[in-house]
């Protein structure tokens, strides 16, 4: 994230070492967007879930093909 602009990354030469971490402006700017998508996964989050035991079951039922 740091190399990506998102976060700043502060090293400090002391015993134990300490390391601080910031949000950019840039990182700043993508909070909101984040937090839609949590919003979003937990409004969602059981019909994702009933997707996934519908697949799955639907897999489990499926012929395999016979191999030699």
């Known amino acids: 994230m740091e190399r990506d602009g998102f976060v700043t990354r502060t090293v400090y ?21 984040m937090h839609a998508i949590r919003a979003w996964s937990e409004e969602n989050i059981n019909a994702v879930l009933d997707a996934r035991d519908d697949y799955d079951a639907r897999a489990a039922q499926e012929v395999q093909p016979v191999t030699a």
Do not use: F
């Open 13 to 33: 030469p002391t015993i134990p070492p300490k390391v601080e971490y910031a949000a950019t402006g840039l990182g700043e700017s993508v909070t909101a967007l």
